[in-house]
């Protein structure tokens, strides 16, 4: 069974720089053919794909985050990291990592979810 858990600083100042880790388990994120994927969902509002990694190592950012993106991997310790640079209030959100196989949006796995909130 695999499990994706989220982690990272609940509250981030504006202008700021938001890191956030996806640890997993039960399954190593260099198996074919999976995506590793972002996605927040601000409050009130609808799924947001924000960029995936893949099983190995290739990037995809969402043009409507103006490259404020990146995405990395740690395989040694089986981690996605995902920065987003000059966080605003509207960054607020629940931030999700999700697999998939391939890009689209048929994720099989989700992990819980971890609140960020863009605050001065």
């Known amino acids: 069974q695999v499990q994706l858990q989220e982690s990272g600083p609940g509250l981030v100042k504006p202008s700021q720089t938001l890191s956030l880790t996806c640890t997993v388990s039960?399954?190593?994120?260099?198996?074919?053919?999976?995506?590793w994927n972002w996605i927040r969902q601000p409050p009130g509002k609808g799924l947001e794909w924000m960029g995936a990694?893949?099983?190995?190592?290739?990037?995809y950012d969402s043009p409507s985050l103006k490259s404020r993106t990146s995405i990395s991997r740690d395989t040694s310790k089986n981690q996605l990291t995902l920065q987003l640079s000059s966080v605003t209030p509207e960054d607020t959100a629940v931030y999700y990592c999700?697999?998939?196989?391939?890009?689209?949006?048929?994720?099989?796995?989700w992990g819980q979810g971890t609140q960020v909130t863009v605050s001065p």
């Open positions: 039960g399954g190593s994120i260099t198996t074919n053919y999976y995506y």
């Open positions: 990694i893949t099983y190995s190592g290739s990037t």
């Open positions: 999700a697999r998939s196989n391939g890009l689209g949006p048929d994720y099989d796995y």
